[in-house]
């Protein structure tokens, strides 16, 4: 794809199933290598046969989906290209149906193949357990319908990422336009909030539009495989083996007694600082004593210089990968109009290597952002000598803890971007930031939760369910005369429009870093040492597992999140005012 960033990739491993060259966007290119799996399993004898052919299959599959990382990664970092979406959909609407009942045959076939309890249970059970369920699960009739969910999410990308508004004679996106709350003007920031809450509720309907559907889709995908609602559904398919909706509700319970009353602290002291009688949601960001915002960069070559610098602290190991992903050019930081919002971190499974893309404009959140996907780019890199392909993806609640861990452990050198007193002010506003997120998580995963278990909601409903839960958790601030604008608040979390129920993982991998960071006060390089074990097993352990061996505890009710919240409140307090 000429619209990426980066060049030509080689595979990591030279291919000895996959021809040289493969037509990725032709079946009947592909379809003969399924076939020669299927015949090839058939005849197998050994548990040696079997192993070696899963590693073929593995070959395959990483082939198919660095080809489908690459057009999405096209498509996302060029919305406006009519090309890039062409590709992107034609591969989503035309190969993926077809690649998925047969993946599906042979899931089966391995599941029932004689050889297969020849295997050792050490090294294959997880890698089982999945298969068991993808097999479970699959219905040829959701194939279309899941098709018909990824051309609406990427509709929806099309549409965020297309917003912009006109600001003081200048065009800017709404990306852009997050830099203007952190002015101490707060005529500017109320005008610039307003702005952008016009623009979005301008498209309220379109959004809503687009959730209806998206809605119906997975409604119907969870009553086709035989479950009442798509939690319910969903649970299973995320393969969350480890834990249950009931922990997540307790886990928003504890979220509810253990962090908002310090949110609410922390909002009383920012009301007093600025002098308000109450809190407005353009007064969230700004600094509270008006100092001017933090700039920890104006270009991205700075960002990167800067966090080359943090990495080189760190590690010698990861300072080199980074500057490796410079060098190939694994990186697409700049936000500009036509790109996609949000930020991920993609891997490219064949070239078992990392693509970092995000909207840098200049704040400090785009560093917090940056450390956080290169802690994903870490974690693709440590599976690197992993051949079973299953393994070199972890579950996601361990994937975010790779992340989340490398904010905290990179903060720390924040000073690579500010002067001393600017650096403890990052720091502070990073840990802070962690306080105001979980809330907002648990608000996002609870609206999940009611939204697939009353699929017949109406769209007032839908508002008052989102209210309600803005009530609980969502701290002291004022929204008087915008009312809409906070029931339709979360149009702006992708995660409920593309990857439902992918967001909890984010709260439970925070209490994971949040353990690393803590063990890290008391010996960093054991910590840090303890946390790269955990990010090389990749995906071939239970969760507990993975947490256990990064020194971890895999918990995350009140009694594992009050010590938490006690160090939060410590390492603020011990930073200074906010």
């Given at each position: ?501 992918y967001y909890v993982e984010y709260g439970i991998a925070q209490i994971g870093a949040l353990q690393v960071w803590m063990n890290s006060k008391r010996d960093r390089a054991a910590a840090l040492a303890a946390y790269r074990r955990g990010l090389a097993l990749g995906g071939s352990r239970r969760l507990p597992e993975l947490f256990e061996e990064a020194g971890c505890r895999f918990a995350f009710d009140r009694d594992t999140l009050r ?16």
């Amino acid at each position: 794809m000429s619209l990426l960033p980066f060049g030509e990739l080689a595979p990591y491993r030279p291919r000895r199933f996959l021809p040289a060259q493969v037509a990725w966007d032709d079946w009947s290119a592909i379809a003969p290598l399924l076939d020669q799996l299927e015949e090839r399993l058939g005849r197998l004898t050994t548990a040696a046969e079997l192993e070696y052919w899963l590693l073929d299959w593995g070959e395959l599959s990483a082939g198919l989906n660095e080809e489908s990382s690459r057009r999405y990664i096209a498509m996302t970092c060029h919305t406006d290209d009519a090309d890039a979406e062409k590709a992107y959909l034609q591969f989503v609407e035309l190969i993926e149906p077809q690649l998925k009942p047969r993946q599906f045959a042979l899931e089966q076939k391995y599941l029932a193949h004689p050889v297969r309890s020849q295997l050792p249970v050490s090294r294959y059970g997880i890698l089982d357990r999945f298969t068991a369920v993808h097999v479970e699960l699959y219905r040829d009739e959701n194939v279309p319908l899941e098709t018909e969910e990824a051309r609406l999410g990427q509709q929806y990308q099309k549409l965020s990422g297309a917003l912009s508004v006109v600001f003081r004679g200048e065009e800017k996106t709404l990306v852009q336009m997050g830099r203007y709350l952190e002015e101490p003007d707060r005529v500017m920031r109320e005008e610039a909030w307003q702005l952008v809450a016009r623009r979005r509720l301008a498209e309220r309907d379109t959004f809503d539009d687009q959730f209806d559907a998206l809605l119906r889709l997975r409604h119907q995908i969870a009553t086709n495989a035989g479950f009442a609602n798509y939690r319910d559904y969903a649970f299973k398919a995320r393969g969350r083996f480890d834990y249950t909706a009931q922990d997540c509700a307790a886990f928003h319970d504890a979220i509810e007694a253990e962090i908002v009353p310090l949110l609410k602290n922390l909002q009383a002291e920012r009301r007093r600082q600025l002098g308000l009688q109450t809190l407005r949601p353009w007064d969230l960001s700004v600094d509270p004593l008006n100092r001017p915002p933090l700039r920890p960069f104006e270009t991205v070559d700075r960002l990167l210089e800067g966090s080359q610098v943090v990495f080189d602290r760190l590690n010698g190991e990861l300072a080199e990968q980074f500057r490796t992903m410079r060098s190939l050019r694994l990186l697409d930081l700049e936000n500009r109009k036509g790109k996609a919002p949000g930020g991920y971190q993609s891997s490219l499974p064949e070239a078992r290597l990392p693509f970092i893309f995000m909207n840098a404009v200049g704040q400090q959140r785009d560093v917090e952002t940056l450390m956080h996907e290169a802690g994903h780019a870490f974690h693709t890199l440590a599976t690197q000598g992993e051949d079973l392909y299953a393994y070199r993806e972890a579950p996601i609640e361990f994937c975010e803890v790779a992340s989340m861990s490398m904010e905290l452990l990179g903060g720390e050198h924040l000073d690579a971007f500010y002067r001393p007193d600017e650096f403890r002010r990052a720091r502070r506003d990073h840990l802070e930031g962690i306080v105001e997120t979980f809330p907002w998580i648990a608000t996002v995963d609870a609206f999940q939760h009611w939204l697939y278990t009353h699929p017949a909601h109406s769209r007032a409903e839908r508002q008052t369910a989102w209210n309600q839960l803005m009530d609980r958790f969502g701290g002291d601030v004022d929204w008087g005369g915008w009312e809409e604008a906070r029931a339709h608040s979360w149009h702006r979390q992708l995660h409920v429009f593309l990857y439902p129920f992918y967001y909890v993982e984010y709260g439970i991998a925070q209490i994971g870093a949040l353990q690393v960071w803590m063990n890290s006060k008391r010996d960093r390089a054991a910590a840090l040492a303890a946390y790269r074990r955990g990010l090389a097993l990749g995906g071939s352990r239970r969760l507990p597992e993975l947490f256990e061996e990064a020194g971890c505890r895999f918990a995350f009710d009140r009694d594992t999140l009050r010590p938490l919240a006690e160090l939060l409140r410590r390492e603020m307090a011990a930073l200074g005012a906010s």
